[in-house]
């Protein structure tokens, strides 16, 4: 557990708890692969960032739990885009082990998918907030917004920075956002400390995906727990190939926008040297620190607390981690 997961250890280990027994299912193999995808740990920070927001506003009083159950909502719709991703991206391997479709095939996958949506709506309708409905819906549909537009990215070596930023936000700050907004909304905080913490999810989810876009390029694969360069395998035009495309040289810009092109591995040693020359990677590590920046000073909104403090740490650890 790193150090920022220890102030709301308690709160943690319920939110583990209540994501098992909101897994139960008559049908046996929505159980398994459930129960599989939570054994696969993770970082779990989505569910973190509503109970550090929770408690950081003075929420819960002893009678009210309800940010555990926001929190199992927010990392069922997260586990649910990953299943569908990794159905999309043929991928074989995350926090490694073996997806679930290289498990159990692309059908099962996606219907245990939309099983993990629907209970977290279900679950929505139960805390019995419209607004939290509002959001959290609304980020849903902004999420499968992103896909089907990484989708049509996809070996497209034309695609620049404006266009991977709306991605990255639609894919993964959007829920970033959400997490922190919701447990403002759910804790009754004023607008101004709402609006901050909106903006400290935006910023961070930003940074987080950014980094994650570099790792592909200088990341191990078992501290990944995913294989290196599966970014450009796939095709994907993220922001170290599309500055290293803008800053080489005419044949180094070919060379990327081919591999972008058809896909694949048969050039990743010489791409990984071409974005560490050109400086990509020390570029999109500038612009994740300015997203991190950006979030922190957004804490200022907040009262002095542990929580604001693993809210800073957190965001400092979104750029300086390895994995």
Same mark, same amino acid.
């Given at each position: 557990?790193?150090?920022? &997961?220890?102030?709301?250890?308690?709160?943690?280990?319920?939110?583990? #708890?209540?994501?098992?027994?909101?897994?139960?299912?008559?049908?046996?193999?929505?159980? @398994?692969?459930?129960?599989?995808?939570? !054994?696969?740990?993770?970082?779990?920070?989505?569910?973190?960032?509503?109970?550090?927001?929770?408690?950081?506003?003075?929420?819960?009083?002893?009678?009210?739990?309800? +940010?555990?159950?926001?929190?199992?909502?927010?990392?069922?719709? &997260? /586990?649910? %885009?990953? =299943? +569908?991703?990794?159905?999309?991206?043929?991928?074989?391997?995350?926090?490694?082990?073996? /997806?679930?479709?290289?498990?159990?095939?692309?059908?099962?996958?996606?219907?245990?998918?939309?099983? =993990?949506?629907?209970?977290?709506?279900?679950?929505?309708?139960?805390?019995?907030?419209?607004?939290?409905?509002?959001?959290?819906?609304?980020?849903? @549909? /902004?999420?499968?917004?992103?896909?089907?537009?990484?989708?049509? @990215?996809?070996?497209?070596?034309?695609?620049?920075?404006?266009?991977?930023?709306?991605?990255?936000?639609?894919?993964?700050?959007?829920?970033?956002?959400?997490?922190?907004?919701?447990a403002a909304v759910l804790?009754?905080?004023?607008?101004?400390?709402? #609006?901050?913490?909106?903006?400290?999810?935006? +910023?961070?989810?930003?940074?987080?995906?950014?980094?994650?876009?570099?790792?592909?390029? !200088?990341?191990?694969?078992?501290? =990944?727990?995913?294989?290196?360069?599966?970014?450009?395998? !796939?095709?994907?035009?993220?922001?170290?190939?599309?500055?290293?495309?803008? #800053?080489? %040289?005419?044949? #180094?810009?070919? =060379?990327?926008?081919?591999?972008?092109?058809?896909?694949?591995?048969? +050039?990743? @040693? !010489?791409?990984?040297?071409?974005?560490?020359?050109?400086?990509?990677?020390?570029? /999109?590590?500038?612009?994740?620190?300015?997203?991190?920046?950006?979030?922190?000073?957004?804490?200022?909104?907040?009262?002095a607390s542990e929580y604001?403090?693993?809210?800073?740490?957190?965001?400092?650890?979104a750029i300086a981690r390895?994995?």
């Open positions: 557990m790193l150090p920022f &997961h220890q102030v709301v250890k308690g709160d943690f280990a319920d939110v583990n #708890q209540l994501i098992i027994d909101q897994l139960h299912s008559n049908v046996g193999l929505v159980e @398994n692969i459930g129960q599989y995808l939570v !054994e696969a740990g993770g970082k779990r920070l989505r569910p973190l960032l509503v109970l550090l927001s929770a408690n950081a506003l003075g929420y819960p009083d002893a009678d009210k739990r309800k +940010h555990l159950d926001l929190a199992a909502i927010i990392e069922f719709i &997260h /586990t649910a %885009t990953l =299943l +569908h991703d990794d159905v999309v991206d043929l991928s074989e391997m995350r926090r490694g082990r073996l /997806t679930a479709n290289a498990k159990w095939g692309n059908a099962p996958s996606v219907l245990v998918g939309d099983f =993990l949506y629907s209970r977290a709506f279900q679950m929505m309708v139960a805390i019995g907030n419209m607004g939290i409905m509002q959001i959290l819906s609304d980020a849903t @549909n /902004t999420i499968s917004e992103g896909e089907v537009q990484q989708l049509v @990215n996809a070996k497209d070596p034309s695609v620049d920075e404006d266009n991977y930023f709306n991605v990255i936000y639609k894919k993964t700050a959007a829920l970033f956002e959400a997490a922190c907004e919701t804790s009754g905080a004023p607008d101004e400390q709402r #609006q901050a913490l909106k903006r400290y999810g935006y +910023h961070l989810g930003l940074a987080f995906q950014m980094v994650d876009d570099a790792l592909d390029y !200088e990341g191990d694969a078992k501290a =990944l727990g995913k294989n290196v360069g599966d970014d450009l395998a !796939e095709g994907k035009p993220t922001l170290p190939l599309i500055y290293a495309m803008r #800053q080489g %040289t005419e044949q #180094q810009a070919e =060379l990327i926008a081919q591999s972008i092109r058809e896909g694949g591995e048969e +050039h990743l @040693n !010489e791409i990984v040297t071409i974005v560490r020359d050109t400086g990509a990677l020390k570029y /999109t590590a500038d612009c994740a620190k300015d997203q991190v920046d950006k979030a922190i000073a957004e804490l200022d909104w907040l009262p604001r403090q693993a809210m800073l740490d957190l965001a400092q650890f390895t994995h």
